[in-house]
């Protein structure tokens, strides 16, 4: 059973909207593609592009002061976060595979598959597989804290 | 350069507020959207996905129109053909990752102003990771 009380389609919906709206601007403004995973690593230094890492760095500041103020304004924005050995598991994981497959949720998941990148038409579909995989394993024996 | 900070600010507080506002910040949360076979499916982010994916479709069909940017700038744009090893492997381990904490890079910073202690662990364990990235490839 799905429990209707516990979803947020609505609330999905908007921030989905609101991140599309992100991801155009970065498009269509700065001819960039949002992918997270390559600013950060641009803004911490780890890699060089055709990006500059002031770029990089604003725009990771701009996105922790838009979550903060989501939260001021929406009040107390949720987050469960699991023991911290399976952050730093998942962590390591993260950043060595978005590096290596050159994308995350963001930039494959939602600049290249509404671009119908080839690449990432492959590796959303991979990454989401997975995922789901690797939870339905651990709920299998026995869960995380 | 100064016109394109403005992009970048008013694209970040965008996705910073998106991605708070969808619940993705909840690592939970995640975990039951990518658990579809465990009798309690969360179906909320694939409303985030797909509201996100919409918008973005309008985008690329109006870049398709553009030879400059707004800024009248050039755009840089990665390439999109080429399937290979790195990229299914990388995308792969990126799943597991994911799966494991319910966290992806971008929810994962925000958590540093949701849940700086916890977020914290995590956002320096992904650095750690892309360190081993860069300093392990095979050229």
Not at chain 1, 12 to 19: A, H, P, S, T, Y
Not at chain 1, 20 to 43: D, Q, T, V
Not at chain 1, 118 to 130: D, G, H, Q
Not at chain 2, 59 to 77: P, Y
């Amino acid at each position: 059973m799905i429990d209707l009380q516990d979803m947020m389609i609505s609330e999905g919906l908007v921030g989905g909207i609101f991140i599309g709206i992100a991801a155009a601007i970065m498009l269509l403004a700065a001819g960039r593609i949002a992918g997270i995973s390559g600013l950060f690593a641009n803004a911490v230094g780890l890699v060089s592009g055709s990006t500059s890492r002031n770029f990089a760095v604003i725009f990771m500041l701009s996105l922790l002061a838009g979550a903060w103020l989501a939260q001021v304004l929406t009040g107390e924005v949720v987050s469960r976060y699991p023991d911290n050995i399976t952050l730093i598991i998942g962590g390591l994981l993260v950043g060595f595979g978005t590096r290596m497959g050159s994308g995350c949720t963001s930039g494959h998941g939602v600049c290249g598959l509404s671009r119908l990148s080839k690449r990432s038409l492959y590796a959303t579909p991979i990454f989401m597989v997975a995922a789901i995989i690797t939870v339905s394993i651990i709920n299998l024996i026995g869960g995380i804290q | 350069m100064n016109k394109e900070i403005i992009a970048a600010i008013v694209a970040g507080l965008f996705f910073g507020a998106g991605l708070a506002l969808s619940g993705m910040a909840d690592p939970a949360r995640v975990r039951g959207f990518l658990d579809i076979f465990g009798g309690n499916w969360d179906p909320t982010l694939m409303f985030v996905m797909g509201g996100a994916v919409v918008v973005m479709a309008v985008a690329w069909i109006i870049q398709r129109g553009m030879i400059k940017t707004w800024l009248g700038t050039d755009f840089s744009l990665p390439p999109t053909t080429t399937v290979d090893r790195p990229l299914i492997m990388g995308s792969v381990i990126f799943g597991i990752g994911w799966g494991v904490a319910g966290l992806c890079p971008g929810p994962a910073l925000i958590g540093l102003v949701l849940e700086p202690f916890k977020a914290g662990i995590f956002v320096i364990s992904m650095i750690a990771g892309m360190l081993f990235f860069k300093f392990s490839r095979v050229p």
